[in-house]
């Protein structure tokens, strides 16, 4: 049997450098066209959704 | 011919050519061609065999020979088993998957089909045996005109209005109409569904199709479909544009985001419409004292 894990975040994505975000894979980037540019990126990887926290995050989530 | 040959062989052939009329090859295609297809008339075969013999059997006597009708119900179980378990190791291969109720839906439907064909055997091989076999013929026929009423289920159409919906996004928040379906970080990703993204809203005639909506197992069937037939832009690596169906629980009204390869929206509603209701998604609130009280 096949298992996956679902409803899980796998990574994050953010310009903010005051480290908040932590617990999960957190990639830093440089401007917001690099944030984008990650999470497309990590979202075809992982076979994922990019969701905007609204914070200047992006979460990575498996659905 | 002795009366008994001749009971059995109309039950058999009237059995079977039900099974073969009961199969819709629809656009769903399945029982898949050829081999599935070959595998349920031959399992229709047995089943009419098993019905057309009963009569006879009884005729002579044989009182316990009809013990083997049990037989039978076992033999079927195993026919619904095999179905569950076939979709289920397929639905990892679709893009859009069935759903666990679907599937049960279509393993109960194959079971059931089974014990109709043993209807329509019996019935005919009966009547042949009291009669001769042109009335035997007729009562076979009859009883799969009534089997083929009594198979037909729900669709959609029939509990909701189906109609086209306003699809938007507020921030990153993509909405239907005042129904939200889910969050999305990209601006690309926001693009495509501007651009080819289509909604329609499903609204529940009653309390009792709120309800059926209200199923996941039911709504995943409908995405399903909706894929199936007009196409959906997007491959294994693009979760996001999974078509979904999210429902507001202020007015049990369900939105449904798609992005079609075909942007055609009459089409995307009649293919909503004609989604069959699950057996297991069907409810009747309304039948019930508390249930229809509590409707305003």
């Known amino acids: 049997m096949e298992v996956s894990i679902t409803k899980a975040i796998l ?29 497309v990126i990590l979202s075809r990887v992982l ?5 905007d926290m609204g914070n200047g995050v992006y979460i990575i989530v498996k659905h | ?36 297809v070959v595998t349920h008339l031959a399992l229709g075969f047995v089943a009419a065999t098993l019905g ?70 019996l019935t005919a091989s009966l009547v042949t ?10 009562a076979g026929i009859v009883a799969m005109a009534l089997v083929r009423r009594f198979m037909q289920g729900k669709l959609i159409g029939d509990v909701a209005r189906v109609r086209p919906g306003k699809l938007h ?55 399903h479909e909706v894929a199936a037939l007009l196409g959906v832009r997007r491959d294994v690596d693009t979760a996001e544009f999974t078509p979904l169906l999210r429902r507001n629980v202020k007015t049990g009204r369900v939105g449904l985001v798609i992005v079609p390869i075909e942007p055609d929206m009459e089409c995307l509603l009649e293919a909503v419409k004609n989604v069959p209701v699950l057996e297991s998604s069907f409810v009747k609130p309304l039948a019930s004292k508390a249930g229809y009280c509590a409707t305003d």
């Open chain 1, 47 to 51: 076979e994922a959704v990019a969701h």
């Open chain 2, 129 to 138: 045996y009291l009669f001769s076999v042109v009335p035997g013929i007729i």
């Open chain 2, 52 to 121: 057309a013999v009963a009569i006879p059997a009884l005729a002579a006597k044989e009182y316990t020979a009809v013990t083997f009708l049990t037989l039978a119900a076992t033999q079927f179980r195993e026919v619904r088993t095999m179905e569950r378990e076939m979709l289920l190791a397929l639905e990892k291969s679709a893009l859009v998957s069935r759903g666990p109720d679907y599937i049960e839906g279509i393993a109960r439907t194959f079971e059931a089909r089974n014990y109709l064909v043993v209807f329509v055997s």
């Open chain 2, 1 to 36: 011919m002795t009366r008994e040959i001749l009971t059995i062989v109309t039950g058999v052939f009237l059995g079977t050519i039900s099974r073969f009329w009961m199969m819709r090859r629809d656009f769903r295609q399945y029982p898949s061609y050829p081999h599935a």
């Open chain 2, 169 to 223: 996004f507020e921030g990153a928040n993509l909405f239907v109409d005042d129904i939200h379906i889910m969050n999305l970080g990209l601006k690309e990703t926001h693009k495509v569904y501007e651009e080819y993204g289509r909604a329609v809203v499903i609204e529940p005639l009653d309390d009792n199709a709120r309800e059926i909506l209200a199923n996941v197992g039911q709504r995943q069937a409908i995405a």
């Open chain 1, 11 to 39: 990574a994050a994505v953010t310009i903010t450098r005051d480290e908040r975000v932590t617990g999960v894979p957190v990639f830093y980037a440089e401007s917001e066209e690099e944030m984008v540019e990650i999470s």
